[in-house]
């Protein structure tokens, strides 16, 4: 099996670790040559020097390769898994858009005629949270689903108590477009920053958890008919919510662009650079996820805790969006996964093989069950 996996930022370098940590020959490409340079000395991956826009040169490198894997911007997706399909490569991304998502769902016959398998949103939450909330509702015949998840720094720090672990722009993406849920059986939109919860972990506490878009991304569609209630909520320590929600009630989050001086700005442009100056970066962390299924066969409760690895320098963000992520490429480059077309995790990935991969890289998921 060989694994290109594009992108050598902090996602690409913790792909490339899980791959050739098992053993997958793994070629590492950017086009950020001391990048690539980095993931190499690190990892002992193979490195390429490539821009992600020159279709002809990525469908040559894709061509040489059984999955591509996208680390890049999500933005860039959509003619990647068109290049794979080309290429008759299949291919991985860690989603970050749904209507991104949506449109590469739309490839499925052309996948599928290639004898390939594309399979967006492979991460954290969208990712692993679909594949677990597969297996929840299946376990407990389910009809409502609750998804709490979310990445805290382990020692928080004022005023947000909160560590950047992603970008800024999809950060905020996440608290201004609208939150997508089922309820009483339809699909609705809903205000992100709102519906705040207490919930609680131990050694954490009593946290907050709200409704943020992106979360649920093709669940909503895929468990249409089936659910009742289905939403997904970000977990935060007490308070983050309230000055989020002030920040753009204060129009800190829009795109209008403002005069200040003789210069003019976009507030939200603002907002990004001065979080990006004002929070932590990277700091040691910790991921939180727990999945609730009520259904006729009783309650399943799926739940996780993941810290910053000190052996690896690695943040628990990076292991629990990537390892996923490489986890389902091998499925596939190794034949566990046949199914071809364009699917989500959902319909795709096996959910308890999938938790022993996970259980192998010490990501541990708790399960839990009771009667209604």
């Known amino acids: 099996m060989k694994v290109l996996v594009l992108g050598a930022g902090m996602m690409g370098r913790a792909l490339a670790h899980d791959l050739t940590l098992n053993g997958v020959d793994t070629v590492v490409a950017d086009a950020d040559s001391r990048m690539v340079e980095a993931v190499q000395e690190l990892t002992g991956a193979e490195g390429a020097v490539l821009d ?18 996208s680390a890049v911007p999500y933005f860039l997706n959509l003619d ?37 398998l594309i399979v967006p949103d492979c991460g954290l939450a969208p990712g692993m949270s679909n594949v677990l909330t597969a297996l929840s509702i299946e376990e407990a015949d389910a009809s409502q689903v609750a998804i709490r998840v979310g990445g805290l720094p382990q020692n928080p720090r004022p005023p947000f108590n909160y ?47 709200f ?13 249409e ?51 990006e100056r004002v929070l932590p970066h990277q700091e040691e962390d910790v991921v939180l996820m727990r999945i609730t299924a009520r259904g006729r066969k009783g309650v399943t409760v799926l739940e996780m805790v993941d810290y910053y690895s000190q052996k690896d320098k690695m943040t628990a963000m990076a ?11 091998q499925m596939i480059g190794n034949g566990i996964i046949t199914k071809r077309g364009a699917l989500p995790p959902e319909r795709t990935v096996p959910g308890k093989i999938f938790m022993e991969e996970l259980r192998k890289r010490d990501i541990i998921i708790k399960e839990r069950k009771a009667p209604l």
Request: charged share 25%; glycine share 8%.
């Open 319 to 329: 292991r629990t969006t990537a390892f996923p992520t490489s986890i389902i490429a």
């Open 52 to 69: 992600v826009t020159n279709r002809d040169s990525v469908v040559r490198h894709m061509a040489d390769c059984d999955v591509t894997i």
């Open 225 to 275: 008919g089936r659910l009742d209630d289905l939403d997904c909520k970000t977990i935060r320590y007490q308070g983050y919510c309230e000055k989020m929600r002030t920040l753009l009630d204060a129009g800190l989050g829009s795109e209008e662009p403002v005069a200040v001086g003789t210069c003019m700005v976009k507030p939200r442009d603002v907002l990004g650079r001065v979080l």
């Open 163 to 209: 560590t950047l672990v992603f970008s800024v722009h999809g950060l905020l993406n996440e608290y201004i477009q609208k939150a997508v849920i089922i309820r009483e059986g339809v699909i609705q939109e809903k205000e992100s920053l709102t519906e705040v919860e207490d919930v609680e972990f131990s050694s954490f506490g009593v946290l907050e958890a």
């Open 80 to 116: 990647l898994a068109s290049a794979a399909i080309e290429a008759g490569c299949h291919f991985c991304d860690l989603g970050g858009n749904t209507d991104i998502v949506n449109q590469e769902l739309a490839f499925h016959d052309r996948a599928e005629n290639a004898d390939v």
């Open 211 to 223: 409704l943020t878009s992106g979360g649920t991304s093709t669940l909503v569609n895929t468990y």
